[in-house]
């Protein structure tokens, strides 16, 4: 099996859109388009047209461009739109619902859902476990966790917990650059973290020259993500108060 071929493509502010193009098959996958355009262009630039789009949630920064894709892609096709089952009723673009133990394919690459509920309600994730990838929208961030609009910190901590259980070389695919705020925050959680110090630093650097720092690894986050390592759910619930407070 070809690897996957991921592409990362910034978009507002602070998206980040991933492309995923599978060589054997010649499908090529989005993953929560907030725009249309860019993801649109970074495709042609490499010759493939866009067969699927893959939202985690409802958010209109992870569904915007759905629609614009979708109308271009009649042009070779069309695309199918797969997304949480458990938020149809505020992505009417879907054409697929899925919920956790689903799995879906990308050629013969195939991701298995999870549902990790608390940043919204039916906030879904797709894991390509032999492809050891997973894609967890606004779940997980590089020592960060997403808001809990739509649920609670023992949902959160499940969740992370969840994400605890795969591999340290499962790269994880977040939907946005929040990692210097994340790092300078979780320095004040764990000052005596020598690698998430040491990773605080690189950040810095990283971000000075511009660069990106996702996607990230699960054994970066292990080491240095104070929501994953949160004893309990009392504590991430915490921590996340003061994140949203700071
Ligand atoms: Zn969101
Ligand atoms: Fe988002």
């Known amino acids: ?8 493509i910034p978009v507002l502010s602070d998206n980040y859109v991933w492309l995923v193009h599978d060589p054997e098959s010649s499908t090529t996958m989005v993953v929560d388009p907030a725009v249309a355009d ?5 495709a ?11 939202n985690t949630h409802w958010h209109p920064d992870h569904t915007g461009g759905n629609a614009a894709i979708k109308e271009a892609a009649k042009e070779w096709g069309g695309c199918t739109i797969t997304g949480p089952a458990a938020e149809y009723a505020r992505i009417p ?5 899925v919920k956790g133990g689903d799995r879906v394919r990308l050629g ?20 390509f476990a032999e492809d050891a990838a997973i894609f967890v929208g606004d779940t997980m ?18 969740n992370m917990q969840k994400l605890g259980t795969l591999d340290d070389a499962t790269r994880v695919y977040c939907a946005h650059e929040y990692t210097l705020s994340n790092a300078r925050f979780a320095v004040t959680v764990e000052p005596d973290n020598e690698a998430l110090a040491a990773r605080l630093a690189a950040v810095e650097a990283a971000r000075a020259a511009g660069e990106a720092t996702v996607p990230t690894s699960i ?28």
């Open 93 to 97: 673009t879907l054409d697929v619902q």
């Open 1 to 8: 099996m070809a690897a996957l071929d991921i592409v990362r």
């Open 219 to 246: 054994g970066e986050e292990r080491a240095t993500n104070p929501f994953l390592r949160a004893p309990d759910a009392a504590e991430l619930g915490r921590i996340r108060a003061l994140k949203d407070a700071a």
């Open 38 to 42: 860019p993801v649109l262009a970074a």
């Open 44 to 54: 042609a630039e490499r010759g493939w047209t866009i067969t699927d789009i893959w």
């Open 141 to 158: 961030f590089a020592m960060g966790c997403g808001r809990l609009f739509e649920g609670t910190a023992e949902q959160m901590f499940a």
């Open 108 to 127: 013969n690459h195939v991701a298995d859902v999870w549902d990790v509920p608390a940043h919204t309600a039916g906030h879904i994730a797709y894991h």
